[in-house]
């Protein structure tokens, strides 16, 4: 359990090593589910969700959409000559790379909520960007960036669409 530990560590603090080698490991994407879980557990306690098995079940959904948005993307639309990935790869990338949101339990204390939200995305946002250079063996950050963004904005759209269609 102290190296699942590490290994969230390591991925808040944007280590590509990292993201190398859960894109090597396979054995890594119930831990990498475990993560995803563990932020939507700690968000619903810190920022006072009422439902936390739908709030497990969305986020749940919403690292496997992510992952295959941006998969798609890059290694499709905007990949690399040297872009060698298949979507398991990128998916247990991108649940490490949420591991900022355990951050999220401190919005128990309401004027933190907020900051916090803003903080934990910014830095989420940032990690998915290193885990999608790593995974696709990207040479230019800046096209991480564009297809984070890309697929941040069609994640965002996709789940107010889900949202909007269960209230």
């Known amino acids: ?16 090593h990292l993201y190398e080698e ?17 932020v939507s557990i700690a968000s619903g306690i810190g920022m006072g969700a009422g439902r936390m098995l739908g709030g497990i079940v969305a986020a749940l959904f919403g690292w496997f959409l992510w992952s295959y948005v ?3 993307i ?4 905007l990949a690399e000559e ?3 990935a298949n979507f398991e790869q990128l998916l247990r990338a991108v649940g490490f790379a949420w ?7 401190l919005g128990i204390f309401p004027f933190l909520r907020g900051l916090l939200f803003l903080v934990t ?17 990207y040479q230019s950050t800046g096209r991480s960036v564009m297809v984070c963004l890309f697929g941040w904005i069609l994640y965002i ?9 269960t209230t």
Do not use: C, E, H
């Not at 359990?1 to 590509?16: C, H, P, S």
């Not at 859960?22 to 563990?38: A, E, G, R, T």
């Not at 995305?121 to 063996?137: C, E, G, H, K, T």
């Open 1 to 16: 359990m102290t190296n699942f530990f590490n290994r969230i560590v390591q991925a808040a603090k944007l280590d590509a």
């Open 70 to 72: 941006t998969y798609f």
């Open 22 to 38: 859960v894109k090597k490991n396979p054995d890594f994407l119930q831990q990498s589910m475990l993560v995803v879980i563990l």
């Open 74 to 77: 890059g290694t499709k639309l």
């Open 121 to 137: 995305q910014i830095w989420a946002f940032a990690a998915m960007v290193v885990a999608v250079r790593q995974v696709l063996s």
């Open 82 to 84: 040297k872009t060698d």
């Open 157 to 165: 759209i996709v789940m107010g669409l889900f949202a909007v269609g």
């Open 99 to 105: 591991s900022p949101g355990l951050l999220l339990i």
